[in-house]
DNA sequence: TTGCTCCTCACGTCACGTGAGGTGGC
DNA sequence: TTGCTCCTCACGTCACGTGAGGTGGC
């Protein structure tokens, strides 16, 4: 198995303030305020300075989006962010039930699964777990 | 069956603009702004004037509370409601498909039902749709 | 030393809320 | 007529972005 690069992980801390800054496209003291507002938090150094990650670079972008398109004041792209997340669990968890509920439906009928939808099952018999 | 009374109905449009406002403690030039923004919609009478309804008025302070509690602008608010109702619609979604799942698996294990999970068929008979 | 980092303070701009002012219809 | 409605315009306040200014560590 080949060892994943740690460069590559988007969620490792890199970029100093003044690079960061240059990649999303902002101000230094435009970073410093958002982290201020709670926006994101950016890891520190041993000796206190800002560490950035691809993950906190992306999250830059989208603050901006919603700031300069959309109009959004801080305290709105926060809580807009926090029901984003709520969001994609919620669209997780709808496809996992999804997934589940077909699987029972091709027990159900097998070879004809198009919609999970509910169906009698007076006439069917259960393919056996042991086939699949 | 008993008549339903019309005036109970939320999404009624009942109240003048100035009566609306005394009901969300906010200036009526404040709700003609809310609508100017696209925040709000109320109906309008053949004489042009606003008609507001319980549901506006839970709007109006749903816009309060996000506003003067959480310090969000309209842009802002305007963006939560949507993302607001996308989380009340996934999550009816995930109650409905929970729904639909636990009833294959009191089919597949009658009066034995805690949680949602795959298990094996092979030595459960179903219970037939026709007893339910 | 140079160029970064940290912080606070201040200022220009803009959105928001609200009041004034003038209009028209029940 | 009175009291509402409609609208536009204007002003005070505040948030946001950004720059200045002074500090400290690699």
Not at 12 to 34: C, D, K, N, W
Not at 56 to 78: F, H, Y
Request: no cysteine.
């Amino acid at each position: 198995m080949a060892e994943r690069r740690e460069g590559a992980r988007p969620d490792r801390a890199v970029f100093v303030i003044s690079v960061a800054a240059e990649l999303a496209g902002m101000h230094p003291q435009t970073l410093r305020m958002y982290e201020r507002k709670g926006l994101l938090r950016p890891e520190r150094t041993s000796g206190n300075s800002r560490r950035y990650s691809e993950l906190d670079i992306e999250r830059l972008r989208l603050i901006q989006e919603l700031t300069q398109e959309a109009g959004v004041n801080l305290a709105g792209v926060k809580r807009i962010m926090e029901l984003q997340r709520e969001v994609d669990r919620l669209q997780a968890r709808v496809r996992e039930l999804e997934e589940r509920l077909q699987h029972r439906m091709a027990i159900a009928m097998p070879g004809r699964v198009e919609r999970t939808e509910i169906v009698p099952l007076r006439t069917l018999a259960p393919r056996p777990w042991s086939e699949r």
